[in-house]
């Protein structure tokens, strides 16, 4: 028996997608971690594991309440936040083999997934994360989603990290499609301030096992 779609959600064809605001959008714009990517829980793995080694943490509670932030700017916030002196750049690269490793069980979102293979060709789609290019880039490659993106804007594109609006607008820019005409997918509470300051409709990507907690206001 085919099992029902879960609440709030939208079964066509046998495919599971979250429901899209109303509007007739020309252009998608999709976060990668956990948004395209069901990571987040390895990436809080490989943080955990990486800041293990220089006698940091990072609370799983306070690690969701960051998404969306540069990895870098949130290496010298621990440090500040715990007095310590961690090397940034080492951390962040030690950070993101770890994330690596876990790319062979990497699985993809059903309900964003979805929407991906329902509109690649008849709709132009870009991937804006806080990422770096080359972790989008691994990430899509193992699910073999790299060639539904051509456009990416990622960490070291724009000055300004989400919330600000910045990405989301260059990203509108590069597709050649006003702001208001484009849909953005979004896991994090920092994303969805900077879509929505950017004047886009947002669709919000809970996470797995943890709704309440990325829904709830900072």
Known sequence: MTPPPRAGSARENGRVRLPLPDGDFQAYLFDCDGTITDSMP?????????LAEWGGEFPEDLFYAWGGRPVTEIIEDLNDRYGLAMPVEAVAARREALFQESFGEMRAVPGVLGHIEEAYARVPFAVVSGSTRESVTASLTALGLLDRFPVMVCAGDYAKPKPNPECYLMAAQLLAVPPAACVVFEDTELGVQAAEAAGMAVVRVPHRGCADRVNRPE
């Open 42 to 50: 390895a990436h809080h793995r490989a943080w955990t594991a990486a």
